[in-house]
């Protein structure tokens, strides 16, 4: 059974730094594309992040580009976003998934960024 569990969230002012984690099982980790989605109130998921098994080589969508970093250590099948110069656009419920839709994607972490 897939697992997702994100954590990590919480509430930053413009500028500031979190970092999430998303602990996984119940599927070959290490062989997986993972990805970093995110839905702000009112609004669609957003594809924030993907990164590669085989090579670790990251993508990121525009608005965070520059901001984000996305690694991963698939000893422990764990995921993280760390998130720099946050800004309040970046409030959101950010998600882990196995698709870059989010149609897998575990319960997730809300990050507030406001002054």
């Known amino acids: 059974q897939v697992q997702l569990v994100e954590s990590g969230g919480g509430s930053v002012q413009p500028g500031g730094s979190l970092k999430l984690s998303c602990a996984t099982s119940g599927f070959a980790f290490s062989f997986s594309e993972m990805y970093w989605v995110r839905q702000a109130p009112g609004k669609a998921l957003e594809w924030v992040s993907t990164?590669?098994?085989?090579?670790?080589?990251?993508y990121y969508a525009n608005p965070v580009k520059g901001r984000f970093t996305t690694t991963r250590h698939d000893p422990t099948g764990t995921l993280y976003l760390q998130m720099d110069r946050l800004k309040p656009e970046d409030t959101a419920l950010y998600y882990c998934?196995?698709?870059?839709?989010?149609?897998?994607r575990g319960q997730g972490t809300q990050v507030t960024v406001s002054s």
């Open positions: 998934a196995l698709d870059p839709k989010g149609n897998i």
């Open positions: 990164i590669y098994h085989n090579t670790n080589a990251a």
